[in-house]
């Protein structure tokens, strides 16, 4: 369950923004991390594709189902052409890492701020609008949000690792600095975003308890989904150019990086990632399920809850699947219920551990084309066009850096 706290709150908030067909999304999931598991070994994550999810959230009016499955269904012909010819490689080097964390900062802080308003407002996701402030009180008031919220906060701390800390306890004993290790880990190993899902699925119920009867046993129909000439081209432009470097550094370069460290002896290549990511996306996003890829992230989150083969994601895998298969036709029903300011909650944690990968900027100029890239794709709500002017700066700086050094050269010379 480790990468659940990514998967459930962006699968969620596309459901009752987008109209997703949640059960479609659980079938094909599902299979994916059975197959997955089953190829590599290795608890190797099944994601949304987070840039493709925060342009849809946030944009849900003019970015809907047509648009997302055209944008999951180009990254993934690009990632397959670039693992077939061995291209990923050389596409990697040409990326900085710095525009790529200016992307990754950008859509994580569009999610939080897309999270705020589901927390505050009252939200008619029918229409794409925010109506009125949300009550304190109630199965969906500001109350049980900040509970929530503190909850997770209590349970994860900020996202780190459990790295202890034993400056103000050098005075206490073995045994009773042993018993706070062991309280601090066992805190720390409960699936927090999971049991708040639970919560408010029960809360779902409770706000209407009629849904229990109205929930019938099958699967959602599975349709092909129509995709027009604007479809294709809204979703090229708004969801697979800012995809596309975030897939090929997380879900094909870094992965295979940190399996390698996580499980020696385990390696693959990133050609194989690169295809099973656009396999995966060429198939599903055809019948409306969710865009996905791979994430270090989830992989280190699947680590972290103690996953340590193909088996555990296996498991996950046929859950989902058994979920859509037999009450894939009734889950929008009961959705429709869940509280939409614990949904927020969820998906705030999610954008903030987006963000956070900018993290590992180390110099002036790094941070420099990093914020330039963000302060683009946030104001011009284009990360798109975030991402081209990330590269133009990030270029000319090079060429800034090249003159100087040239004529450092060549005074050197005259001198």
Same mark, same amino acid.
């Given at each position: 369950?480790?990468?659940?706290?990514?998967?459930?709150?962006?699968?969620?908030?596309?459901?009752?923004?987008?109209?997703?067909?949640?059960?479609?999304?659980?079938?094909?999931?599902?299979?994916?991390?059975?197959?997955?598991?089953?190829?590599?070994?290795?608890?190797?994550?099944?994601?949304?594709?987070?840039?493709?999810?925060?342009?849809?959230?946030?944009?849900?009016?003019?970015?809907?189902?047509?648009?997302?499955?055209?944008?999951?269904?180009?990254?993934?012909?690009?990632?397959?052409?670039?693992?077939?010819?061995?291209?990923?490689?050389?596409?990697?080097?040409?990326?900085?890492?710095?525009?790529?964390?200016?992307?990754?900062?950008?859509?994580?802080?569009?999610?939080?701020?897309?999270?705020?308003?589901?927390?505050?407002?009252?939200?008619?996701?029918?229409?794409?609008?925010?109506?009125?402030?949300?009550?304190?009180?109630?199965?969906?008031?500001?109350?049980?949000?900040?509970?929530?919220?503190?909850?997770?906060?209590?349970?994860?701390?900020?996202?780190?690792?459990?790295?202890?800390?034993?400056?103000?306890?050098?005075?206490?004993?073995?045994?009773?600095?042993?018993?706070?290790?062991?309280?601090?880990?066992?805190?720390?190993?409960?699936?927090?975003? %999971?049991? +708040?899902?639970? @919560? =408010? /699925?029960? #809360?779902? &119920?409770?706000?209407?308890?009629?849904?229990?009867? *109205?929930?019938?046993?099958?699967?959602?129909?599975?349709?092909?989904?129509?995709?027009?000439?604007?479809?294709?081209?809204?979703?090229?432009?708004?969801?697979?150019?800012?995809?596309?470097?975030?897939?090929?550094?997380?879900?094909?370069?870094?992965?295979?990086?940190?399996?390698?460290?996580?499980?020696?002896?385990?390696?693959?290549?990133?050609?194989?990632?690169?295809?099973?990511?656009?396999?995966?996306?060429?198939?599903?996003?055809?019948?409306?399920?969710?865009?996905?890829?791979?994430?270090?992230?989830?992989?280190?989150?699947?680590?972290?809850?103690?996953?340590?083969?193909?088996?555990?994601?296996?498991?996950?895998?046929?859950?989902?699947?058994?979920?859509?298969?037999?009450?894939?036709?009734?889950?929008?029903?009961?959705?429709?219920? %869940?509280? +939409?300011?614990? @949904? =927020? /909650?969820? #998906?705030? &944690?999610?954008?903030?551990?987006?963000?956070?990968? *900018?993290?590992?900027?180390?110099?002036?100029?790094?941070?420099?084309?990093?914020?330039?890239?963000?302060?683009?794709?946030?104001?011009?709500?284009?990360?798109?066009?975030?991402?081209?002017?990330?590269?133009?700066?990030?270029?000319?700086?090079?060429?800034?850096?090249?003159?100087?050094?040239?004529?450092?050269?060549?005074?050197?010379?005259?001198?």
């Amino acid at each position: 369950m480790g990468d659940l706290g990514t998967y459930i709150p962006i699968v969620l908030a596309l459901t009752l923004s987008t109209d997703l067909n949640l059960g479609t999304t659980l079938i094909f999931t599902g299979i994916y991390n059975i197959i997955t598991g089953a190829i590599y070994g290795v608890p190797m994550p099944v994601q949304p594709m987070k840039s493709i999810a925060a342009v849809a959230i946030s944009n849900s009016a003019e970015f809907g189902i047509p648009e997302i499955m055209a944008a999951g269904i180009c990254t993934g012909g690009i990632l397959l052409v670039l693992g077939v010819t061995g291209l990923m490689q050389l596409v990697y080097r040409l990326i900085p890492l710095s525009v790529v964390r200016g992307i990754q900062l950008s859509q994580g802080l569009s999610f939080a701020m897309t999270a705020v308003k589901y927390i505050r407002k009252v939200q008619n996701f029918s229409k794409s609008k925010s109506g009125e402030n949300r009550h304190w009180l109630g199965l969906d008031g500001l109350v049980l949000a900040i509970a929530c919220c503190s909850f997770i906060i209590v349970v994860n701390g900020a996202g780190e690792e459990n790295n202890e800390r034993e400056t103000n306890s050098c005075n206490l004993d073995v045994e009773e600095r042993s018993k706070r290790r062991r309280l601090k880990k066992i805190i720390a190993s409960l699936p927090s975003a %999971f049991m +708040v899902f639970l @919560l =408010g /699925v029960v #809360l779902a &119920f409770i706000r209407k308890p009629k849904v229990a009867n *109205s929930i019938k046993l099958g699967p959602s129909s599975i349709e092909l989904v129509k995709i027009s000439k604007h479809a294709w081209k809204e979703g090229f432009i708004k969801g697979t150019i800012p995809q596309l470097p975030l897939s090929i550094l997380n879900s094909v370069i870094a992965v295979c990086k940190l399996s390698s460290d996580l499980f020696p002896g385990k390696d693959f290549s990133a050609t194989s990632v690169s295809v099973t990511v656009g396999v995966m996306n060429l198939v599903g996003c055809w019948f409306g399920a969710m865009p996905c890829c791979h994430g270090a992230g989830g992989l280190a989150g699947q680590y972290k809850f103690g996953g340590r083969s193909g088996g555990c994601v296996a498991l996950l895998g046929a859950a989902k699947a058994i979920l859509g298969l037999l009450i894939g036709s009734s889950l929008v029903m009961i959705l429709d219920q %869940f509280p +939409v300011g614990v @949904l =927020g /909650v969820l #998906l705030l &944690f999610a954008g903030v551990e987006l963000a956070m990968t *900018s993290r590992d900027m180390n110099t002036k100029e790094e941070s420099f084309v990093m914020l330039i890239c963000t302060a683009v794709s946030l104001v011009g709500s284009s990360a798109a066009l975030g991402f081209v002017c990330g590269m133009a700066v990030h270029v000319l700086l090079k060429l800034r850096n090249w003159r100087k050094d040239q004529l450092r050269i060549w005074m050197h010379g005259s001198t």
